[in-house]
């Protein structure tokens, strides 16, 4: 959802998104699996299309492509930055784009609610802390 949430956001900010890498890709997940259903619908209500997105382990290949690499939770930085140490300074909370330091709840298996609140607050995020993401690239 972050990956589509932030192309949007370089759209309203008419900042062209080809000039930028922008992927996705799961600290604990399975290659190739389509999007949770509630992602789905949260993403079209924000006109937003996950119809066509397919789940991707991260590697250090993908890591190695990005300047910087935001997750979501503190125990996905934490495994990031120890299985790639030579990576950790990339690796950063999408919470400390904004100057603070809190986890976004992720909400894999859960109900619709929790989908919602999750794009919400990455939306937000993005949204304010497009200046320190700038900052980083």
Request: net charge neutral; charged share 25%; aromatic share 8%.
């Amino acid at each position: 959802m972050a990956e589509k949430i932030f192309e949007k956001i370089l759209s309203e900010k008419e900042i062209p998104s080809s000039t930028w890498n922008i992927s996705s890709a799961g600290t604990w997940t399975i290659n190739g699996q389509n999007a949770e259903k509630h992602a789905i619908k949260t993403m079209k209500e924000m006109g937003l299309d996950l119809y066509q997105h397919k789940t991707r382990i991260i590697t250090r290949q993908i890591l190695a492509t990005q300047n910087l690499i935001l997750v979501m939770e503190t125990q996905h930085k934490e495994a990031l930055q120890y299985e790639f140490p030579d990576m950790s300074d990339r690796v950063f909370l999408l919470s400390q784009m904004v100057n603070e330091e809190y986890n976004i709840d992720d909400p894999f298996r859960k109900h619709m609610r929790a989908f919602r609140n999750c794009a919400n607050q990455m939306y937000g995020i993005l949204n304010h802390g497009i200046g320190s993401i700038i900052h980083f690239i």
